[in-house]
């Protein structure tokens, strides 16, 4: 099915990467760290959620499938 | 054209390449406590940071093959292939070509992770990560000494520049993460932040004694 | 590790005298605390009451009679117990059982009084899962208090020198904070590593590290398990309503400042274990909780009542004076059972200066781990803090509606969620107070603070070890 992307919070140091790199899926609260979209990730934008999972300095970021 | 035979070009090539994968190197560490404390390059986006520090990485392992390979090939010097990752079996220069096989065996490991880092755990690829700081100064190390031309001129000056950019940088590194806050008082110092003269003393027209929303312990009860 | 015990008194609940209209509530509950009082229960009292723990059938019979009684744990969650032990015992490997006794809620004292009365009855239930789970390692996890400790070393010496155990029994010690004895943390702690909550996308059983899985079990669900072992599922489901059935120990805060643990069936009326009377009317100038009035009551008025603990929810006394303490008609409202806290505000506090000592104290119990949590934690409590105050912020309560938005869901455990629960119910219940607090008045006339909280707060990692 649809993919979901999902952030570790006790990983997460709030770089802030995942929000330049998806725009249209990620936004920074008002500390820096990163709302993740509630809806799976659209198939137009996987590859750029992927490109957010791989750059995260932290490491922090899985797209896991949805059951 | 005198003095440069086919077997000189490979001795100059490994000797520049070597020159150059140095101060690539130089970069890729600072760039990387540069992501580490989470700094930015002036004008550039966060993920540039990140994304220098990589593709500079990748830049350096192809010079660092050329000068390698080149440096194997070359007639002049007796060097091998087992000498350039096994360290100190060389019989050309073995100690200073030894720093050399370390460093190389050490970013490997660094870069080979990396491109993996999906298949480890967080904690292993950190730790692996942090050999970074050992690979670097074996690197200088090695290059002072395999060949003289690090040790005067215009060459001198590469060195010395590339060694006092990364002692900045790590400076850098170590005053920022000095004044970071450990996990355990980061609420507190919020909290602190929030209400800079301690817990709000309620007062009348409250009724309510000023420390009352203090703890017994700052009420020094 | 604290030399004192303070447990608050008197225990059980004064037994009522025959005629008081909560005798027939309170009549013939003494399952897991005795009639006679304070006095713990040692191995001879325990065996002559209620008798040796039966020879196991099988562990696929008590899991099925434990399914039977519908037990849920009695840790907060409710989670149905059967279904823990089944996971636990089909898993890939045997567990490490845990008894959990940390009770990190200030406000909960029923877990270490369980400890001190009927250590036995715990211990009995540690060897039911662990027989139906397979498992030969057990252990309590126990607050830092030197007296509890030695007693329930000399309990556990106590019952291997007869044999009575097939599970080894280890005692662990939970340090002292609120989020010790979260089920991640207790698995962490266990490995040695500090007592902090972890990130779990996956539901199942917490591990420690890759090793074993961990079986976590509130120490009163023990206890009742082990009286489940011996009389049943009917025997248990005697007591309590059909969806939620058996006793539970609560916490009783009164009015008066008087505080006691009590067995109740779980669906008893709040106004009959707090000595609710009838209503009363507001007096001038005061604005109070729920704006409906205030509840009488033997220990005096009452303007709200705190259900569950500091994770729940506030409900107007008035409100409160016609539930039952059962989730199902509580959930509805925004509170929960929990853990088992019931606590009455006496009138003539002020609820929103109550709320902001304990949001200060929740958002300084953050594990610091997760961004949401320790910025917005500690804005929502300094925000309180303010409108608590003689300088009101007139923006106070709509930062404060936005971090709520922003804090819940997005940390690793419910520490966020719970306390954004907690504080959003005293700014509905609370609302007129709070509106007094923004014109810069209060209208409480007690300086006394009510809720309990322990002193002292967190200064490094080794806290938390």
């Given amino acids: 099915m649809g993919k979901q992307l999902r952030v570790d919070p006790t990983a997460c140091a709030g770089h802030g990467l995942c929000a330049e790199l998806a725009p249209e899926l990620v936004s ?16 137009a934008l996987e590859r750029t959620a992927r490109r957010a999972v791989t750059d995260c300095p932290a490491l922090a970021l899985a797209l896991t499938r949805v059951p | 054209m005198t003095g440069i035979t086919q077997a000189t070009a490979l001795w100059y090539a490994s000797r520049a390449t070597g020159v150059v994968t140095l101060v690539l190197l130089t970069a890729v560490v600072m760039l990387g406590m540069l992501v580490n404390r989470q700094g930015r390059l002036p004008g550039l986006p966060r993920f540039a940071v990140t994304g220098l520090h990589r593709n500079i990485s990748l830049l350096s392992v192809v010079f660092l093959a050329i000068h390698v390979l080149t440096a194997i090939a070359d007639p002049y010097v007796t060097i091998g292939l087992a000498a350039t990752v096994l360290p100190f079996i060389s019989p050309y220069k073995p100690f200073w070509l030894g720093l050399g096989a370390l460093s190389l065996d050490l970013v490997a490991a660094l870069i080979l992770t990396s491109l993996a880092r999906a298949l480890m755990s967080r904690r292993a690829w950190r730790s692996i990560h942090w050999l970074a700081y050992a690979a670097w100064p074996l690197a200088v190390g090695h290059s002072i000494g395999s060949s003289t031309d690090m040790q005067s001129g215009v060459m001198l000056g590469v060195l010395v520049g590339c060694v006092l950019a990364a002692c900045t940088a790590a400076a850098w590194r170590l005053s920022r993460a000095a004044r970071e806050i450990p996990r355990a008082g980061r609420a507190a110092a919020a909290l602190t932040q929030m209400t800079p003269g301690g817990p709000p003393r309620l007062a009348s027209p409250g009724l309510v004694p000023a420390d009352y929303l203090m703890t017994a312990q700052e009420a020094g009860r | 590790m604290t030399d004192s015990l303070t447990l608050p008194g008197p225990f059980p609940a004064p037994v009522p005298a025959a005629g008081d209209p909560m005798a027939a509530q309170f009549g013939g509950l003494h399952r897991l605390l005795p009639a006679s009082g304070a006095v713990p229960v040692d191995l001879r009292a325990h065996l002559d009451r209620y008798g040796a723990l039966p020879r196991p059938d099988g562990p696929g019979r008590i899991i099925a009679e434990v399914e039977a009684a519908g037990l849920t744990g009695r840790g907060g969650a409710a989670f149905p117990t059967y279904r823990k032990l089944a996971a636990a015992a089909n898993g890939d490997q045997a567990p490490v059982v845990a008894g959990n006794g940390a009770e990190g809620e200030p406000a909960s004292s029923k877990d270490r009084s369980l400890l001190w009365i009927s250590p ?11 027989q139906a789970t397979g498992s030969r390692s057990a252990l309590l996890y126990v607050p830092r208090r030197r007296q509890l400790h030695q007693r329930l070393t000399e309990v556990i010496a106590e019952r291997a020198a007869v044999g009575m155990d097939t599970a080894r029994v280890e005692l662990r010690e939970a340090p002292d904070r609120f989020l010790a004895g979260e089920e991640s943390a207790l698995a962490s702690r266990l490995a040695d590593r500090p007592a902090l909550p972890s990130y779990r996308p996956v539901r199942g059983l917490p591990r420690t590290g890759p090793g074993r899985p961990v079986l976590v079990q509130n120490v009163e669900t023990l206890a009742h398990l082990a009286l489940i072992a011996r009389y049943g599922a009917g025997w248990f489901r005697a007591a309590g309503t059909a969806d939620e059935p058996g006793s539970m120990l609560a916490t009783l805060h009164l009015a008066d400042g008087q505080r006691s643990v009590v067995e109740v069936p779980i669906g008893i009326p709040l106004a009959g274990l707090l000595g609710f009377g009838g209503q009363l009317p507001l007096p001038p100038g005061r604005a109070g909780g729920g704006g409906d009035g205030l509840i009488t009551s033997a220990a005096g008025p009452v303007q709200a009542v705190l259900v569950g603990g500091y994770h729940s929810a506030w409900l107007p006394a008035a409100q409160a004076a016609r539930l039952p303490l059962a989730n199902a008609a509580l959930r509805p409202l925004g509170a929960f059972i929990g853990a088992g806290v019931v606590a009455a505000l006496p009138a003539d506090r002020c609820g929103i200066a109550e709320t902001a000592r304990v949001a200060r104290y929740l958002a300084l119990e953050s594990a610091g781990q997760c961004g949401p949590c320790f910025n917005g934690l500690p804005r929502m409590a300094a925000a309180l803090g303010h409108l608590a105050g003689p300088r009101p912020d007139p923006w106070a309560r709509a930062d404060l509606d936005r971090w709520a938005g922003l804090v819940t869901g997005r940390g690793a455990c419910h520490h966020p969620d719970g306390s954004v629960r ?22 409480g006339t007690n300086p006394q603070p009510f809720l309990p909280l322990p002193g002292g707060q967190p200064l490094d990692d080794t806290d938390w070890s």
């Fill in chain 1, 28 to 43: 920074l609260d008002e500390w820096g760290y990163p709302i993740m979209p509630d809806r799976p990730v659209p198939r």
């Fill in chain 3, 422 to 443: 907690f504080i959003g119910s005293a700014l509905r219940v609370f609302a007129a107070e709070a509106g007094l607090h923004e014109r810069g008045r209060c209208s």
């Fill in chain 3, 120 to 130: 036995h009855l715990v211990l009995d239930g540690l060897q039911v899962a662990a």
